[in-house]
């Protein structure tokens, strides 16, 4: 076994880790030192730290990192439009790499011998917890519980709980799991585990049904500057309260819904839901903003590198040069992303309507077919033979 004589624990105060502070204490006769990072779960974190300390952690720790979040690592992968197969805009994802490192730094000033989490052996976040801990201080040893202890259920660990009376927001009827922050929800376990199972309305906590929400649609601004988005209806505001703003505004419009079938790290398929709201509304303006200002081959570079970009994310490599490379070249297109895109919201959809800006490309002289059309309309043959040309060849020796 090895010799840990304290350790920093990623404390959520759900199920997973209220056992947790106990069994290591059990497992390890180790001191237990909890962090809690304000991601934006909107609840009172007060109380999360008097549960820490009741279950026998000899200190906790709490901490609003909200806007370092959105700031540092939301809007890097924002300015790509990065989206997980296509959907996932990432928000648990995101998370990780920032507690990871603040449980470092704690882990430093504490002298601690290890790091620990709440993950699973089949889940996506053991992968980012343990590798962004070695990337920042490769001696660091990190124990995950749930990869080796003797608990086998969800159920097993509720009445482990009520074993140890360690009090756990979570019940047999409705099991499921939830990881929330200012970015997104995401939702699992219990009956969503089969596919074939439609998600209950009483899941969703961010967003009304589309089907209750306002029967006339609404439409919003969004103003860019480099990229980033700095106001709302033309009220400018910090991050913070841009994004609970637009959570606010889309999820009353049932916009933000995601359940998909999502490839995980390890291999295997799993069952997602999410709710995004923000994410949804800010993507969407954005990628029309993006359509606007930047040519035909940057547009799609990025897209592809977006593509992974999201997977660097997702399988924990946010402490990778290659995200950093990436970065740099985000922030290279992005120094023309200023303007302003109209949103209409309306039933569960989001959809840009109207852009502007002073970067456009977009020439209407260029594109109109009325009578103030500049472009000459001779040269398109030959652009058409020049462009053709290889495929022209080609047939010829075909046939």
């Known amino acids: 076994m090895m010799?840990?004589?304290?350790?920093?624990?990623?404390?959520?105060?759900?199920?997973?880790?209220?056992?947790?502070?106990?069994?290591?204490?059990?497992?390890?006769g180790c001191e237990v030192i909890t962090y809690t990072a304000d991601l934006g779960q909107n609840e009172d974190l007060?109380?999360?730290?008097?549960?820490?300390?009741?279950?026998?952690?000899?200190?906790?720790?709490?901490?609003?990192?909200?806007?370092?979040f959105l700031k540092d690592y939301v809007m890097k992968a924002f300015k790509f439009g990065a989206l997980y197969e296509g959907k996932y805009p990432l928000a648990t994802a995101l998370g990780r790499p920032l507690i990871t490192k603040k449980m470092i730094e704690i882990a430093k000033k504490e002298n601690a011998d290890a790091i620990a989490h709440g993950s699973t052996g089949k889940g996506n976040d053991q992968v980012r917890f343990d590798v962004s801990a070695v990337a920042l201080k490769p001696d660091i040893k990190v124990l995950a519980?749930?990869?080796?202890?003797?608990?086998?259920?969800?159920?097993?660990?509720?009445?482990?709980?009520?074993?140890?009376?360690?009090?756990?927001?979570?019940?047999?009827?409705?099991?499921?799991s939830i990881d929330r922050n200012i970015w997104g929800l995401s939702?699992?376990?219990?009956?969503?585990?089969?596919?074939?199972?439609?998600?209950?309305?009483?899941?969703y906590s961010l967003t009304v049904s589309p089907k209750?929400?306002?029967?006339?649609?609404?439409?919003?601004?969004?103003?860019?500057?480099?990229?980033?988005?700095?106001a709302i209806n033309s009220q400018r505001m910090g991050l913070v309260e841009l994004?609970?703003?637009?959570?606010?505004?889309?999820?009353?419009?049932?916009?933000?819904?995601i359940d998909?079938?999502?490839?995980?790290?390890?291999?295997?398929?799993?069952?997602?839901?999410?709710?995004?709201?923000?994410?949804?509304?800010?993507?969407?303006?954005?990628r029309s903003l993006d359509e606007l200002i930047l040519d035909r081959e940057s547009l799609h570079l990025k897209d592809q590198l977006a593509q992974k970009y999201a997977e660097l994310v997702y399988y924990g490599y946010w402490f990778s040069e290659t995200r950093e490379a990436l970065d740099a070249f985000a922030d290279v297109l992005n120094k023309r992303a200023t303007g302003t895109v109209k949103v209409k919201l309306y039933k569960g959809t989001a959809t840009a309507v109207a852009r502007k800006s002073d970067y456009a490309l977009y020439s209407k002289q260029l594109a109109t077919y009325d009578p103030t059309d500049t472009f000459n309309h001779k040269y398109g043959e030959a652009f058409c033979y020049i462009w053709g040309l290889p495929l022209k060849v080609l047939g010829q020796i075909r046939k």
């Open 260 to 286: 998909m079938i999502e490839n995980r790290l390890v291999g295997i398929k799993s069952r997602e839901i999410y709710e995004a709201p923000a994410a949804v509304l800010l993507l969407e303006a954005k």
């Open 243 to 257: 994004v609970e703003k637009a959570n606010e505004i889309a999820g009353r419009h049932g916009v933000g819904r």
């Open 145 to 176: 519980p749930v990869r080796e202890w003797e608990l086998k259920s969800r159920d097993e660990e509720i009445e482990y709980a009520k074993k140890h009376n360690i009090p756990v927001p979570v019940t047999k009827e409705k099991p499921y």
């Open 212 to 230: 209750e929400a306002p029967d006339e649609p609404e439409y919003i601004t969004i103003d860019f500057e480099e990229g980033m988005p700095v």
């Open 187 to 203: 939702i699992e376990a219990g009956p969503l585990e089969d596919p074939f199972f439609e998600p209950p309305e009483d899941i």
């Open 46 to 68: 007060e109380p999360i730290k008097e549960k820490a300390l009741k279950v026998g952690a000899t200190k906790a720790y709490i901490e609003d990192v909200r806007e370092e």
């Open 3 to 28: 010799d840990i004589k304290k350790v920093v624990l990623a404390y959520s105060g759900g199920l997973d880790t209220s056992v947790i502070v106990k069994w290591l204490q059990d497992k390890y």
